[in-house]
Nanobody, 125 residues
Framework: QVQLVESGGGLVQTGGSLRLSCAAS????????MGWFRQAPGKEREFVAT????????RYTDPVKGRFTISRNNTKNTVYLQMDSLKPDDTAVYSC??????????????????WGQGTQVTVSS
């Protein structure tokens, strides 16, 4: 049984920082791509960042480039999302996910098989 548990969300002022963590279990985590997605109130879930199984390939959605950093520690089965220079538009529930296929990474929501329950990030103006 694959489980993903996010942590690190909270309330922060504009310009502040947060570091999200996603702890994975139940699968050989180290050979799967991981992604972060977010869903704001009244909006569809959207891609934020993805990292390949070995960390060699990283992609971001344009609005977060230069402000967010995705990383992973395969020995700890954990993926991180460092979020700096936060803006009110970043307010959303952030979820991590694991790709359906080994040695694969993707920007597409449907390419991910398992999802965490999410952690709330609120940025006040």
């Amino acid at each position: 049984q694959v489980q993903l548990v996010e942590s690190g969300g909270g309330l922060v002022q504009t310009g502040g920082s947060l570091r999200l963590s996603c702890a994975a279990s139940g699968r050989t985590f180290s050979i799967y791509g991981m992604g972060w997605f977010r869903q704001a109130p009244g909006k569809e879930r959207e891609f934020v960042a993805t990292i390949s199984w070995d960390g060699s390939t990283i992609r971001y959605t344009d609005p977060v480039k230069g402000r967010f950093t995705i990383s992973r520690n395969n020995t700890k089965n954990t993926v991180y999302l460092q979020m700096d220079s936060l803006k009110p538009d970043d307010t959303a529930v952030y979820s991590c996910a694991v790709t359906r296929w080994r040695y694969y990474s993707s920007l597409t929501l449907n390419d991910y098989e398992y999802w965490g329950q999410g952690t709330q990030v609120t940025v006040s103006s």
